[in-house]
T-cell receptor
Framework: KQEVTQIPAALSVPEGENLVLNCSFTDSAIYNLQWFRQDPGKGLTSLLLIQSSQREQTSGRLNASLDKSSGRSTLYIAASQPGDSATYLCAVRQWYFGNEKLTFGTGTRLTIIP | GAVVSQHPSRVICKSGTSVKIECRSLDFQATTMFWYRQFPKKSLMLMATSNEGSKATYEQGVEKDKFLINHASLTLSTLTVTSAHPEDSSFYIC??????????????FGEGSRLTVL
């Protein structure tokens, strides 16, 4: 059974700092990994999608890396801003006997202090 | 990015009534949509996978007669909570995968629907 863990569970940093969020998964046979953010009471917003054959993806101040063999992904946020405050979730996609399985991490609640 | 619209965003109903939630992919076609339930300060719990033109696949422990899912077209899936009870009160979120005709496979989420059963 796939287990996805995110560390830390909560993080507070001053505005302007660079930070790294971690995501680890126990079964490396994944199809892709996706990072999301969720604001309170809202749905999820897709940030970055990394295919299993890729090592990293970048979008603006965000950079996500994937090391499939070690079961790890990181989300790097540069020059953090108060608007980055949200819960960040990673999710891995797999296929089991023709059925898709998406497993979410436990999330990291990020607070950027102005 | 692609947009998934979910409606209604909030609904309050009396115990025993049924509530329908719609999930639409606005600018792409989705053969597969997913329905989740989220409890306060918890991650998402997958309820079912909605497949266009066929029956939904429910996760273990989810009552298919209680949570009716219909995926009638490539852009619309509906979740109907039948005979709702207060314990069904929750935040329901749908998602759709952009994977039809060369899509990226990226998953997009609706804004969620807050159901309160009195």
């Amino acid at each position: 059974k796939q287990e996805v863990t995110q560390i830390p569970a909560a993080l507070s940093v001053p505005e302007g700092e660079n930070l790294v969020l971690n995501c680890s998964f126990t079964d490396s046979a994944i199809y892709n990994l996706q990072w999301f953010r969720q604001d309170p009471g809202k749905g999820l917003t897709s940030l970055l999608l990394i295919q299993s054959s890729q090592r990293e993806q970048t979008s603006g101040r965000l950079n996500a890396s994937l090391d499939k063999s070690s079961g790890r992904s990181t989300l790097y946020i540069a020059a953090s801003q108060p608007g980055d405050s949200a819960t960040y979730l990673c999710a891995v996609r797999q296929w089991y006997f023709g059925n898709e399985k998406l497993t979410f991490g436990t999330g990291t609640r990020l607070t950027i202090i102005p | 990015g692609a947009v998934v619209s979910q409606h209604p965003s909030r609904v309050i109903c009396k115990s025993g009534t049924s509530v329908k939630i719609e999930c639409r992919s606005l600018d792409f076609q989705a053969t597969t949509m997913f329905w989740y339930r989220q409890f306060p300060k918890k991650s998402l719990m997958l309820m079912a996978t909605s497949n266009e033109g066929s029956k939904a696949t429910y996760e273990q422990g989810v009552e298919k007669d209680k949570f009716l899912i219909n995926h009638a077209s490539l852009t619309l899936s509906t979740l109907t909570v039948t005979s709702a009870h207060p314990e069904d009160s929750s935040f329901y979120i749908c998602s759709a995968r952009d994977e039809y005709w060369g899509g990226t496979g990226e998953l997009f989420f609706g804004e969620g629907s807050r159901l309160t059963v009195l």
